[in-house]
């Protein structure tokens, strides 16, 4: 399984531009989240999806971040229009519903933002 | 931009050393307990968990204890090695089937 799958890597805009970030989850995942890790903040849960349905998104800083699921396979997370002070490394992971407890959540490589 | 960050505490170990990473957490509410890693680069890695009914869970190399009178939460590494070198977070479940919150983390830095 090749885990899961963030793309860009990396990315650099101007303040004001639309970013969008994508995520493949691990196939066979019911569960997805995005989070945002900066120094300042540490690692932030922005939103998480129960077989493609958005379950909590308080964590969502403001209305310029907007987060979809069309399909069991793909995320993304949008920030229209960007600020510097969304520059982050922001994390896609994947788990299992399973019985009780908790399930391990798996990360992806992440994507570093810079806005400038 | 950030003109100023976390000050992540760091512990250094020499190598074959025991490790004892703490964290503290707040909520007496909290269900369950888990510890992730992250690499340089990296995203966090699942390490191992505890539920709130458990004092102590061990793995591979690795052990959990947890007090929840003092509500403090710690890692044991044994023999420690350089590829542990990491960031460890600790992280509890407050409410909800899976979400989790994290803490700050530890930096660990293994000396060869």
């Known amino acids: 399984d090749a885990g899961v799958i963030q793309s860009p890597r990396h990315e650099v805009t101007e303040m004001g531009q639309e970013v969008t970030l994508r995520c493949k989850p691990i196939?066979?995942?019911?569960?997805l989240f995005w989070y945002r890790q900066t120094m300042m903040r540490g690692l932030e849960l922005l939103i998480y999806?129960?077989?493609?349905?958005?379950?909590?998104d308080s964590g969502m800083p403001e209305d310029r971040f907007s987060a979809k699921m069309p399909n069991a396979s793909f995320s993304t997370l949008k920030i229209q229009p960007s600020e510097p002070r969304d520059s982050a490394v922001y994390f896609c992971a994947s788990s299992l519903a399973v019985a009780d407890p908790y399930n391990e959540q798996f990360f992806g490589p992440g994507t570093r933002l810079t806005v400038l | 931009g950030e003109s100023v960050g976390l000050h992540l505490p760091t512990l250094s170990v020499q190598e074959g050393d025991n490790s004892i990473i703490n964290c503290a957490y707040s909520n007496s509410a909290s269900d369950y307990f888990i510890w992730y890693k992250q690499e340089s680069g990296k995203g966090p890695q699942f390490i191992i968990d505890?539920?709130?009914?458990?004092d102590k869970r061990q793995g591979q190399r690795v052990t959990v204890l947890l007090n929840k009178t003092v509500k403090h939460l710690s890692l044991q590494i044994a023999a420690t090695q350089p590829g542990d070198s990491a960031v460890y977070f600790c992280?509890?479940?407050?409410?909800?089937?899976?979400?989790?919150?994290f803490g700050t983390g530890t930096k660990l830095q293994v000396i060869p």
């Open positions: 196939s066979g995942h019911d569960y």
């Open positions: 505890i539920r709130s009914n458990m």
């Open positions: 999806f129960n077989n493609n349905v958005p379950i909590d």
């Open positions: 992280a509890e479940r407050v409410g909800g089937y899976q979400k989790v919150t």
